[in-house]
């Protein structure tokens, strides 16, 4: 019948291992386990379950300690009403009085003895029963002057606490054992089955084993979906990121409700896409602004190359076009330098040297320099500068070109016999300077891309540049930290850039 019974269950296990062949295969069991997910299951599941066990532990080993205490409590009441029938009744009805107790406890539960000073039983309990299981007990315990001593001796358990009459238990149970001396030498023994107390532990044992089981399965299915729920917005970023990997830089992340750090994990992370979305646009503009604007020159050099070759064989025009060529070669070179100190600027990986110096000596030094140019146009610079220094920490070189580029675009688009207005001030916290030209200005339409690289608006595009310059300044001042704006009407236009003033110029205004 049992035999039957395993080949039976060897069937619906092949047939469900079968079944559940394709879902476990090698390389998914594998990877399933490698999973973070499984992992924080298994942990929450081990620190589950030693902290369960750990509990149990104590609380048996507390609820044993009580049963214990409550045993030998009885045992030495037992003992004392025992010893107190002894002396006041004598020898005959102690033994009536084991006797009948044994009868009424049961002879294999417990036992009465009472021993003279040599060890010679004067009275005694039947004790046949607990022979049988193979009981020993020792005729002269060590108790010594009037201690009371406690001792356990492991027996099988009696016939008539198995389930079925006769039916074989070989496992061992208790007994506990009390020795009182009462005096003169003789010693009382008093013992009794520590079976109920062990039933109480083994049900205890059993209760918390499928407790275990039970919790442990629950405990491991919810850790499992707790763990799959706080990984999903991990999920979705590993999603949206194999999507950019496919050249979809529009995707983002959903937000869930996983928690604050994968929330914040998901803002980042769209914070980055958005980011790089930026840059990604930024450099096919680049590219396209790039493969527009190199094309002009380069299509000039050549042109003139090749008119030349076509032409007479004259040293002088050959030389002409060879200088022609050269600045033409600066041009593009220049171009090229521009737009790499743009990029190195904007993504911060440019050498910056800053130093302490005061604004108004680096302004003032670029006035002198487009002086002789403003003046062949007779156009006056004017520079109104507060009394105190107006220091700030950045690249003098940069900062230098920065004012260059400005001042050389209000002198290139003043008319002759204007006006140009150099203001510096120092605010709370910043250094103001303010360009202001009584030049052609700049169209309303154009003031949004003004500072776009390549951009030349309608009124400028008679006039020499490649578009970089006022890109370049933008480039510049954000890296200082600082911000750079444009104004315009129809009596000119006004450049202002600001920078944090160092601490030791802070409080001039």
């Known amino acids: 019948m049992a035999k039957m019974r395993w080949q039976s269950i060897r069937r619906i296990l092949a047939e469900a291992y079968k079944f559940m062949q394709p879902w476990l295969s090698a390389s998914i069991y594998i990877r399933f386990f490698q999973t973070t997910t499984f992992r924080l299951t298994f942990l929450n599941l081990g620190v589950f379950t030693t902290l369960s066990v750990a509990v149990f532990l104590v609380v048996y080993a507390s609820l044993a300690l009580r049963l214990q205490k409550q045993m030998d409590k ?49 009275a005694s309990s039947d004790l046949s029963k607990l022979r049988e299981s193979g009981l020993s007990i020792p005729s002269k315990p060590a108790a010594q002057g009037t201690r009371s001593a406690y001792y356990t001796f492991h027996l099988r358990k009696p016939e008539e606490e198995h389930g079925r009459k006769g039916e074989e238990d070989e496992r061992d149970f208790q007994i506990r054992m009390i020795s009182m001396p009462i005096g003169g030498g003789e010693v009382l023994q008093v013992g009794k089955t520590l079976y109920s107390e062990e039933l109480i532990l083994e049900k205890y044992r059993e209760t918390f084993g499928v407790a275990l089981m039970v919790m442990g399965s629950l405990g491991g299915l919810l850790s499992f979906l707790l763990a799959r729920k706080a990984m999903a917005g991990v999920q979705r970023i590993t ?49 396209d602004n790039v493969a ?25 025009e050959y030389k002409e076009t060879m200088a022609s060529v050269i600045d033409g070669c600066d041009d593009l070179i220049e171009i090229i330098g521009t737009m790499l100190e743009i990029a190195k600027t904007d993504s911060g990986n440019f050498d910056f040297d800053p130093v302490s110096l005061d604004l108004i000596e680096l ?18 610079i004017r520079l109104n500068k507060p009394a105190m220094a107006a220091k700030v920490t950045g690249d003098r070189r940069r900062l230098q070109r920065v004012v260059s580029n400005i001042l050389d675009n209000a002198v290139k688009y003043t008319p002759h016999g204007g006006i140009i207005t150099v203001t510096i001030k120092s605010d709370a916290g910043d250094v103001r300077v303010s360009i202001s030209d009584t030049g052609i200005g700049i169209s309303e339409s154009d003031l949004p891309h003004i500072f776009e690289r390549f951009f030349r608006g309608d009124k400028s595009r008679s006039t020499s540049g490649n578009g970089l310059g006022l890109s370049l300044a933008m480039a510049i001042i954000h890296a200082h930290g600082g911000d750079i704006t ?5 009596q000119g236009a006004t450049f202002t850039f600001l920078l944090p003033a160092s601490p030791s110029s802070r409080h001039y205004s």
């Open 239 to 287: 999603d949206t990121a194999t999507g950019i990997g496919r050249s979809d830089l529009a995707g983002r992340v959903p937000l869930g409700d996983e928690g604050e750090e994968i929330t914040a994990l998901a803002r980042a992370f769209n914070a980055m896409l958005e980011r790089i979305e930026i840059l990604f646009s930024e450099v096919r503009q680049v590219t």
């Open 486 to 490: 444009v104004t315009s009407s129809d």
């Open 292 to 316: 527009h604007e190199l094309r002009t020159p380069i299509t000039r050099i050549r042109g003139m190359a090749e008119t030349t070759l076509k032409g007479d064989d004259n040293l002088i």
């Open 74 to 122: 009885a045992l030495l009441t037992t003992s004392e009403e025992s010893a107190a029938i002894y002396r006041q009744q004598g020898i005959a009805a102690l033994q009536y009085e084991f006797e009948r107790e044994a009868e009424s406890q049961g002879s294999g539960r417990v036992f009465f003895r009472l021993l003279s000073s040599d060890g010679t039983p004067l």
């Open 363 to 380: 302004v003032e030094d670029a006035v002198d320099l487009f002086m002789p140019v403003a003046e062949d146009k007779r156009i006056h």
